[in-house]
Structures are given as C-alpha cells and as structure tokens.
C-alpha cells in the first residue's frame, strides 16, 4: 500500500494501486472503520495510522518472495484480528497466504476474497513462448546460488497455485468481475457466494481525455512486460513484421525491465537481436499522472498475455480513451467487445495481432470511434460511488448471511 512506502519514506512502486484507490473512496463511509493489513519482505513489524486508516504490517525476512509465508505470519494475522476485532475481513487476491485464514477455519469472522489472477490458470502459459534454452538463458549463476531465478520462482509458483485451489474451494465469499473468473470459482467451489463488483481506477486516468490530435503516430504502449506469460515477445514480432510499412513505429515499455537481472535482461538482448533498439523506449516505473500522459500521447495501446483476469492497464486505458488491442485471454473478453471497445487477437499470433495494429493506424475514424465507446463504458464501469453501492451491500449481505447461519446452528 503506498501508506506504507509513505510510512518509511520510501517511494511507492507498487502495482495494487486499486486496493488504496478502494480504500480511499470507501474511507468516506459514516460510521465505519477501516484497517489495512500486508505481508512485506521490505519492512518490520509495524502498527501506525494516518488519515484515519490504521495500517498494520506483517514484516518478513528480506528477499522473501511474496508467495511464501510462516507459521509466524498466520499466528501474526491471528493476533491483529483478535487485537482489532473486525466485523468483516476484505482480502484482496487468492494468490497470498491470507486466504488460508477463512479456508482452513481460523476465523469465525465473515470473510470476502477478491479474484486478482488465477495462479493455476497463469501456471499453464508462465513462460509465455520461451524455449528451454531461453529459460536458462535468464538465469545466472547468482540467481541459481541465491534460489531466485525463474525456474525456481516458477516452482514456488505452482506450489502457490496449489494452496490457492484450496483456498478457493474452501471458502464461502468472492469478489469478481468477468465471466472467467466466475467460471473458474464455480469449478472449484460450485457453492460458494459470488459477488460482481468494479474495479475503482485512480482518477488520474479519467482526467485526461486522448484526442487523435495530439498522439505521436504509430506509437505503442506496453505495460508489465517484466514477466513472459505477458506476452511481449509477440508485440515484438509484430511490430517488426509493420516496420517497413511504418518506418516510425516505436514502443513504448513502462515499468521496471532489468537490463542485467532474468528475463529482463533476455529481453533487451531479443529487442537488440531483432534490431528493434532504436524502436523501443524504456520508461521505468511511472506515477499515475505520467502513466496517463504517456497513454494520451500514444496511438495505441497494447496487451499480448497469454492469460489476464481483468488488468487494470487496460481499464485505465479505455478510461484515458487510447484504442487498445488485447488479446483474446482470461477475463479480458468481459472488458473489450471486439471492434466496439477494443480490437483483440488470439494469444500468441504476431500476424493478426500486426494486422489490428495496421487497421488503427490506417483508420483515423476507426480510432476515434474505438476510442469514444471505450472510454464511455470505462467511466461507467469504474464509477467510484457505483462500485461503494455495490460493495457495501454486499458487505451487508455477507454480514447478514454469515450470522444468520451462525445463530442457527447455536439453536
């Protein structure tokens, strides 16, 4: 939570920013308290508040990967729990270890889990279309000393995974938002309580409007391409596959992308391989103000995974009004309606993703329009109040339902 990277001034380059801006608009409700609590391998154990939120978090030891966890940090929600005596306990993602809380009954507190990804879904496509020899191609032989290069983040991957499945079979509540995860979870819990609700997308994206006008032609921007299952290496292709027919092509790569460290630093040398130096521009990490700026000036922007649930990138695209191009994974069809809202491709296909490229960078008309109709449906579907509404009826409900059923087996 950037409260926290406030709390030990450091920079917030995080990327569960809808969690705060959710916290921050329901924040506003009378008669309630809110807490956050975190796991972090960054900082000590420590309990502070500000702007009337308490924080608690949960320290670990420094290079824990955020998959893993300790007994102590279970016993540590546990004592926070008994200690701050919650009415209703939010947890974001199946992916952590919070959910083993509820599923394996260390609390008689209704609980919530709302889908982020789904790891067991993400473990199929991790490394995207690298090859074997690319995959050890990321490691070095630090990385493999140290236990932290991408064969062993993967095994600590699928080990999650597993947990995760029991998690979301064992539990009574969720919160989604597309149809995939909804058909996912009643896969593994038909009886579980499901629960639509929106996203809230920082409002620095619904401030600034994208106008053909104003873009730098046949520009592409690119979000999280840190991790192969994001499919990068397919944008890649297609933007050299368009070279020769736009000559000023370039991407645009935001986020942190290691020029010497895993996949980050196979990536560089595969853009250089492909003599794609001059078209790539590296931004690093972005605040939400420039993150939008980079969007409006941009023709389109783009996401090639292999297997989303419903990214906020994309969200925050269509709210700044930049035409997007997805490919067809996940929940991602739940957010763009193919040439309506956005224009999609089948993961992993350079030459139609290439040809979508093409039909927006040729079609002025078809990117206003692109443009108009998603950023129509962004600001309805992320309406601040609207998903408050929605949320805290459902709070309501859960509330209702769980002691309902807990005053009639006391009877």
């Known amino acids: 939570m950037p409260a926290v990277n406030r709390h030990f001034g450091q920079a917030s380059q995080s990327s569960g920013y809808w969690m705060s801006a959710l916290l921050g608009v329901l924040k506003s409700q009378k008669d309630m308290r809110f807490g956050a609590v975190a796991a972090s391998p960054r900082f000590p154990d420590v309990h502070f508040s500000e702007d009337g939120i ?3 978090v949960i320290g670990q030891p420094r ?3 955020y998959l893993s966890y300790r007994k102590r940090d279970l016993r540590r929600c ?6 701050w005596r919650p009415d209703l306990i939010h947890i974001h993602g199946t992916e952590r270890f919070y959910g083993l809380l509820a599923a394996e009954g260390f609390l008689h507190i209704p609980v919530v889990i709302s889908f982020q990804g789904i790891l067991s879904e993400i473990r199929k496509v991790y490394f995207g279309g690298l090859s074997r020899l690319d995959i050890l191609r990321t490691h070095s032989f630090r990385q493999v000393i140290r236990g932290n290069g991408m064969l062993q983040d993967y095994l600590r991957f699928c080990k999650a995974a597993k947990r995760e499945e029991f998690v979301i079979a064992h539990t009574k509540n969720f919160f989604g938002r597309t149809q995939w995860d909804r058909a996912h979870m009643l896969a593994l819990n038909p009886h579980a309580n499901y629960y639509d609700i929106g996203e809230v997308i ?24 840190q991790n192969p299952y994001k499919g990068v290496a397919i944008l890649l292709d297609a933007i050299r596959h368009l070279r020769q027919e736009f000559p000023s092509i370039r991407l645009r790569l935001a986020g942190d992308i290691s ?21 790539v521009e590296y931004l690093g990490y972005l605040e939400a103000e420039e993150m939008a700026g980079v969007l409006c000036r941009s023709h389109v922007y783009c996401t090639t995974s292999y297997m989303e649930n419903s990214p906020n990138s994309v969200c925050e695209a269509q709210l700044v009004g930049v035409p997007c191009v997805a490919s067809y994974a996940g929940g991602v069809p ?30 002025d008309g078809l990117a206003m329009k692109l443009s108009q109709e998603a950023r129509a449906v962004a600001l ?17 409900d859960i509330c209702v339902k769980h002691h309902s059923k807990y005053n009639n087996s006391v009877k």
């Open 54 to 56: 308490e924080y608690f």
């Open 63 to 65: 290079g824990f990967s």
């Open 78 to 83: 546990d004592d926070i729990i008994n200690e």
């Open 202 to 225: 920082r409002p620095e994206f619904s401030k600034l409007s994208w106008s053909i006008e104003d873009i730098d032609r046949y520009s592409i921007v690119f979000t999280n391409a």
């Open 259 to 279: 020029p010497s460290w895993g996949y980050g630093r196979l990536l560089r040398k595969h853009i250089a391989a492909m003599g794609l130096d001059d078209r």
């Open 334 to 363: 739940s957010l763009i309606k193919e040439g309506v809202t956005g224009l999609m491709f089948s993961p992993g296909d350079y030459a139609v993703l290439a040809d979508q490229l093409r039909e927006i960078f040729k079609d």
């Open 380 to 396: 309805r579907r992320h309406d601040a109040q609207e998903i408050v509404n929605d949320c805290m009826s459902a709070y309501l």
